[in-house]
């Protein structure tokens, strides 16, 4: 069992920055795939960066490269992501997400099985 909470959203203007932080509480070690997805009102929920704990496997959605990091500490119990240079189509519901392997850090939200609550980023321009 996995649970995830979110935390860090809230409002910016255009240009600015934001970390979130996801704090992960599990009953084992074992490795994840672990990822920051985003829902915007009317539209799909989206994979933007995502992260195997266990070393090789890591994404970036094409409208986040070069602006978002995700990262994660040694003890596997946070996942951070920081973003810089928002812009107002980064206006989004933002939800950490984790599952077990076999799990392919690129996956759709279908693939994961765990998720937090949301945390709420909204970028005026």
């Known amino acids: 069992q996995v649970q995830l909470a979110e935390s860090g959203g809230g409002s910016v203007q255009a240009g600015g920055s934001l970390r979130l932080s996801c704090a992960v509480s599990?009953?084992?070690?074992?490795?994840?795939?672990m990822a920051w997805f985003r829902q915007a009102p009317g539209k799909e929920r989206e994979n933007v960066a995502a992260?195997?704990?266990?070393?090789?496997?890591?994404y970036y959605a094409d409208a986040v490269k070069g602006r978002f990091t995700i990262s994660r500490d040694k003890a596997k119990t946070t996942l951070d992501l920081q973003m810089y240079m928002l812009t107002p189509e980064d206006t989004a519901v933002y939800y950490c997400a984790a599952t077990s392997p076999p799990c392919i850090v690129y996956g759709s939200a279908r693939h994961y099985a765990y998720w937090g609550q949301g945390t709420q980023v909204t970028v005026s321009s």
């Open positions: 599990r009953a084992s070690d074992d490795d994840f795939c």
């Open positions: 992260i195997y704990t266990g070393g090789n496997g890591l």
